[in-house]
């Protein structure tokens, strides 16, 4: 079996969701996988990793045939455990979701599935995000397969460049026949208009609930937004050097001392 | 009092930590000053929101003379919670910090401190993230000073380029005189190699946490690591558009379909 690829896979929406049932039925067709995967949903959870408490990992029967462990941790803990703890060579790939909701655009900064597959990355290994455009438990998966095999057959081909990962959105469809394509993009430049919902507590103390709208300004036809907007796959290749060095000889020129 | 400058600070050490009192100092000298910041340790967060729970905001009584409230949420969720409910106007700058430990190189990702000022320059706030190579409660945070004052004053003087933000690091030091002074720099590609430390739990489970090891192969002298060791001062910009821009081309060369 040594030839076979070795495939992780995690999410952020929990072990037991079935975003990431179909994406396991998937990977297993390329390779050996092992998934490391939250116990409990994780979403918004970002780069966050787990440095004042324990963690768990404990082996669960979630996927027939699969060895699968479930974590108290974020999703970026559960790529290192999976690292650390469970695996004897680094993987082939990490394939992380498949997200029950859009992480496009400014949503891959707070997106636990998004920041496992940047983990991922960091790591060395070629690491794909994939989501769909709607948040329904029941959401429907299936148009999303032939494009995310294409995708994975692709990257297990080409690998990836240094420093770069994946991430894949899938519009809401009825079936694939709905889908136009892929479009490989860059993120719009859009971003959230938090709305916090007052509510007071029966002792009369005052607590707030996160809401928010998406607000996209930006109108390139090169962008994620733009792709899923006119039904088809974006792709777009994400990095973690978040330098911005356009700006260095900015900076460079400002006289700090005055 | 229209004409000073409006001044948010957050942190992610809590709003109890030497560091953020420090920064409070500093920050006062130059404006009106707004503080919202954690209740309890929040570091590692990186860029989590709350979502699944509701969060308090507290008034609290912390620094003589400035407004501050307290929060049960993540460093990004005081800056949402600011920016919604406390604030009238979009402030002039947000600082974040000064943080008890090092946010250079790939620590950016998990920073619940860098995270802060990166959701302030989504919102269009020109936003600096402030650290000291420091992890100890009693840090001495004097010879930050004189560089935060010249950053603070020059950010306030000159505006910040839209989609950037600072990640300004201080090296440890007795002294203003032992640092040799500024240096604007990239961030050095360099990771963390985790290592859980495994122990039983007085029921015969298992439990790990989280430990690692800093590993920098990045040689550069125009690194933020490169200037720390060198007793400067390290000022990176970020970007949180995180498009692998310059691999667009490559994927569009794959072949998808075969």
Same mark, same amino acid.
């Given at each position: 079996?040594?030839?076979?690829?070795?495939?992780?896979? &995690?999410?952020d929406?929990?072990?037991n969701?079935?975003?990431?049932h179909?994406?396991?039925?998937i990977?297993?067709?390329?390779?050996?996988?092992?998934?490391v995967a #939250?116990?409990?949903?994780?979403?918004?959870?970002?780069h966050a990793i787990t440095? @004042?408490?324990?963690?768990?990992?404990?082996?669960?029967?979630?996927?027939?045939?699969?060895?699968?462990?479930q974590?108290?941790? &974020?999703?970026?803990?559960?790529v290192?455990?999976?690292m650390d703890?469970?695996?004897?060579?680094?993987?082939?790939?990490?394939?992380?979701?498949?997200n029950?909701?859009? @992480?496009?655009?400014? @949503?891959?900064?707070?997106?636990?599935? %998004?920041?496992a597959?940047?983990?991922?990355?960091?790591?060395?290994?070629?690491? *794909?995000?994939f989501?769909?455009?709607?948040?329904?438990?029941?959401?429907?998966?299936? #148009?999303?397969?032939?494009?995310?095999?294409?995708? *994975?057959?692709? +990257?297990?081909?080409?690998? %990836?460049?240094?420093?770069?990962?994946?991430?894949?959105?899938?519009?809401?469809?009825?079936?694939?026949?709905? *889908?136009?394509?892929?479009?490989?993009c860059?993120?719009?430049?859009?971003?959230?208009k938090e709305?916090?919902?007052?509510?007071?507590?029966?002792?009369?103390?005052?607590?707030?609930?996160?809401?928010?709208?998406?607000?996209?300004?930006?109108?390139?036809?090169?962008?994620?937004?733009?792709?899923?907007?006119?039904?088809?796959?974006?792709? +777009?290749?994400?990095?973690?050097? %978040?330098?911005?060095?356009? @700006?260095i000889?900015?900076?460079?020129s400002?006289?700090?001392?005055?």
């Amino acid at each position: 079996m040594a030839d076979k690829p070795l495939i992780l896979v &995690t999410n952020d929406d929990s072990i037991n969701a079935p975003g990431i049932h179909n994406l396991v039925e998937i990977a297993r067709e390329f390779g050996d996988v092992l998934v490391v995967a #939250p116990d409990s949903a994780q979403s918004g959870m970002g780069h966050a990793i787990t440095i @004042n408490k324990p963690l768990r990992l404990d082996k669960v029967q979630v996927f027939p045939g699969i060895d699968a462990y479930q974590s108290s941790g &974020t999703p970026v803990d559960c790529v290192k455990l999976a690292m650390d703890i469970l695996l004897h060579r680094k993987p082939d790939l990490l394939l992380s979701g498949i997200n029950h909701g859009s @992480n496009s655009s400014i @949503n891959v900064i707070y997106s636990g599935t %998004m920041s496992a597959a940047v983990e991922g990355a960091i790591e060395g290994i070629p690491s *794909i995000g994939f989501s769909l455009l709607d948040y329904a438990f029941d959401a429907n998966f299936e #148009p999303c397969k032939p494009f995310a095999r294409q995708i *994975i057959k692709t +990257v297990l081909r080409e690998g %990836m460049p240094k420093g770069t990962l994946l991430n894949v959105n899938f519009p809401k469809a009825n079936s694939a026949e709905e *889908i136009k394509g892929m479009k490989i993009c860059r993120q719009a430049l859009a971003k959230w208009k938090e709305n916090f919902v007052e509510r007071e507590d029966p002792n009369g103390r005052k607590y707030y609930w996160l809401t928010g709208r998406f607000i996209n300004n930006d109108r390139g036809e090169d962008t994620d937004e733009w792709a899923l907007a006119n039904n088809y796959v974006s792709v +777009v290749p994400v990095q973690f050097d %978040m330098t911005d060095h356009h @700006n260095i000889s900015l900076l460079n020129s400002w006289n700090f001392e005055s």
